[in-house]
């Protein structure tokens, strides 16, 4: 039924509870997992200042990407399912449904809010956007 999960994360407990679901759900179906984390391109401007050169900030903010994306990587191989992971900077959502388009995934598991916590009736932004534009599925789990 599933071949390729896509799990957005951005290092987040509530990611890594949304990365959990998707563990076990690709685990059912023998699935792989695609690891996205989204450097949000509004983020670099917010961080630099004359002071901050931009490469510091974009590569402290990688760092962090990156960290997100190995973890849920950990997760998965504690489960033995097979992961890739991928770090890409842009818009959230557009990145997450392009991300979709490019693996071929079947469904998109992903948290109900990121880590700002902003709060909109149900849905954070992103996942709002996520599940009103994608093409497949898309499973929200709640922290």
Avoid: F, K, N
Avoid at 50 to 61: F, G, I, K, M, T
Avoid at 72 to 79: F, H, K, P, T
Avoid at 96 to 105: F, Q, T, W
């Amino acid at each position: 039924m599933y071949e390729t999960v896509l799990v957005p994360t951005d290092g987040s407990a509530r990611s890594r509870a949304a990365a959990r679901r998707a563990i076990d759900l690709a685990a059912t179906y023998g699935a792989t997992i695609q690891t996205l984390s989204v450097i949000d391109a509004s983020d670099l401007g917010l961080w630099t200042s004359a002071d901050v050169p931009v490469d510091r900030v974009q590569a402290s903010l990688r760092d962090a990407a990156e960290m997100a994306v190995e973890e849920i990587d950990v997760l998965a191989a504690e489960s033995d399912v097979p992961c890739e992971t991928t770090v890409r900077i842009g818009v959230p959502h557009r990145e997450i449904l392009d991300a979709v388009a490019e693996a071929g995934a079947d469904i998109v598991v992903m948290a109900t809010h990121g880590r700002t916590g902003l709060e909109h009736a149900l849905l954070g932004s992103t996942t709002e956007r996520v599940v009103r534009l994608a093409d497949v599925p898309v499973l929200t789990v709640r922290e």
